[in-house]
């Protein structure tokens, strides 16, 4: 369901280096979204530093539209990252999840596992 990993580096360096990271795999950041200083200007603070990446590869994008619309409520792909018991946790939904509730091809399964491995590729790069 989840996929989750952790690393030492400090979550500033992270969230500096995470466009870099993800442009070397074909991926783009669309849009961040940072929860604390969002919830805080709402009115709901939280301590929590926690900034969700928005994720586009374009041509996985486009064979997934074609091939199955409805995944489209699950793009772009999102990569969590905050920090926990002094470690920073980079998170996402994990691709069979996604797969699971959708009808497809083999060929189109084994594609977006391989688009999968690319994003978790970006996840542990800053593996210790």
Same mark, same amino acid.
């Given at each position: 369901?989840?996929? @989750?990993?952790?690393? =030492?580096?400090?979550?500033?360096?992270?969230?500096?280096?995470?466009?870099? @990271?993800?442009? !070397?795999?074909? &991926?783009?950041?669309? $849009?961040?979204?940072?929860?604390?200083?969002?919830?805080?200007? /709402?009115?709901?603070?939280?301590? @929590?530093?926690?900034?969700?990446? %928005? #994720?586009?590869?374009? *041509? !996985? !994008? $486009?064979?997934? #539209?074609?091939?199955?619309? %409805?995944?489209?409520?699950? &793009?772009?792909?999102?990569?969590?990252?905050? /920090?926990?018991?002094?470690? =920073?946790?980079?998170?996402?939904?994990? #691709? !069979?999840?996604?797969? *699971?509730?959708?009808?497809?091809?083999?060929?189109?399964?084994?594609?977006?596992?391989?688009?999968?491995?690319? #994003?978790?590729?970006?996840?542990?790069?800053?593996?210790?």
């Amino acid at each position: 369901m989840i996929y @989750k990993v952790q690393t =030492t580096q400090d979550i500033d360096i992270v969230k500096e280096q995470i466009a870099e @990271k993800a442009r !070397a795999v074909g &991926f783009d950041v669309l $849009q961040s979204y940072e929860f604390k200083k969002i919830l805080h200007d /709402k009115g709901y603070p939280i301590e @929590k530093d926690i900034t969700v990446f %928005e #994720l586009c590869n374009p *041509s !996985a !994008a $486009q064979q997934a #539209l074609t091939h199955m619309p %409805e995944v489209s409520v699950s &793009f772009p792909c999102r990569i969590s990252v905050y /920090k926990a018991r002094g470690v =920073t946790k980079i998170v996402t939904i994990g #691709l !069979a999840s996604i797969l *699971s509730g959708v009808n497809g091809n083999d060929e189109f399964r084994s594609y977006m596992t391989i688009i999968f491995e690319n #994003l978790k590729h970006v996840m542990h790069s800053w593996d210790d």
